[in-house]
């Protein structure tokens, strides 16, 4: 019971969002490296808060964190993530020409595989858990 009990754990919603969290972030330490900009901490949220906070709506919407699953995870992503890219743009003034639809599909790549990376390892982890029965 208390292995079950584990596997469980690696599924609660705090748990998914943090690593959903994390995954975005991550793309903007990626991207700050990449563009030798420094990773700071205005860096971050400037690149990494709008399109969090895009996602983490879409997925409250969507209940991806009420019934985890990639259907509910593939939708807050391709809500989120664009809403997001499009917030940025809007609070940093860059307007909606082609560099912000570059960034958009770029993001929306990458912030893909880091958030199908960091659920497959979970998925993964929770798998190697020993079942109790």
């Given at each position: 019971m208390r292995t079950a009990r584990r596997a469980d754990t690696l599924r609660r919603p705090w748990i998914?969002?943090?690593?959903?969290?994390?995954?975005?972030?991550?793309?903007?330490?990626i991207g700050l490296a990449s563009h030798r900009e420094g990773e700071t901490a205005a860096g971050l949220v400037r690149n990494a808060g709008p399109v969090l906070a895009g996602f983490l709506a879409a997925a409250l919407a969507v209940g991806t964190y009420r019934r985890p699953g990639v259907r509910?995870?593939?939708?807050?992503?391709?809500?989120g993530v664009p809403a997001g890219v499009l917030l940025r743009a809007a609070i940093l003034g860059h307007g909606y020409g082609t560099k912000t639809f570059t960034f958009m599909a770029v993001t929306v790549i990458v912030t893909g595989l880091l958030l199908a990376a960091w659920r497959?390892?979970?998925?993964?982890?929770?798998?190697?858990v020993p079942s109790s029965d």
């Open positions: 998914l969002a943090l690593g959903d969290a994390v995954a975005i972030v991550l793309f903007a330490v509910t995870l593939a939708a807050a992503w391709i809500l497959g390892l979970l998925e993964l982890a929770r798998r190697a």
